[in-house]
């Protein structure tokens, strides 16, 4: 089991910035894959960001060149720093954990809100 604690979320006015953070603990093997989705009101949840053990990432168009994902692999931590945000940023953030291959189930966090104000 893993278990995801989610940090960091707020509100903040458009062109500011956030970090998000994401400590994972229990039993937790290599080759996984973390990341960050995000879900507004009356939408589905679409993946943000995610990043794997090896350091690949990949983006949502919609945060290209204004989120960075990045990790600290010693402490099984992924951090998501948000620039630039706009009012279409504005969702419930939600932390998730899964094997590479999706061998097992994905674990989540209990989300933590994000808001912009324009």
């Known amino acids: 089991q893993v278990q995801l604690v989610e940090s960091g979320g707020g509100l903040v006015q458009a062109g500011g910035s956030l970090r998000l953070s994401c400590a994972a603990s229990?039993?937790?093997?290599?080759?996984?894959?973390m990341g960050w989705y995000r879900q507004a009101p009356g939408k589905q949840r679409e993946l943000v960001a995610h990043i794997s053990n090896s350091g690949s990432t990949n983006y949502a168009d919609s945060v290209k060149g204004r989120f960075t994902i990045f990790r600290d692999y010693a402490k099984n931590t992924v951090h998501l720093q948000m620039n630039s945000l706009k009012p279409e940023d504005t969702a419930v953030y939600y932390c998730n954990f899964y094997y590479s291959g999706r061998v097992g189930p994905d674990y989540w966090g209990q989300g933590t809100q994000v808001t912009v104000s324009s």
């Open positions: 229990g039993i937790i093997f290599s080759n996984n894959v």
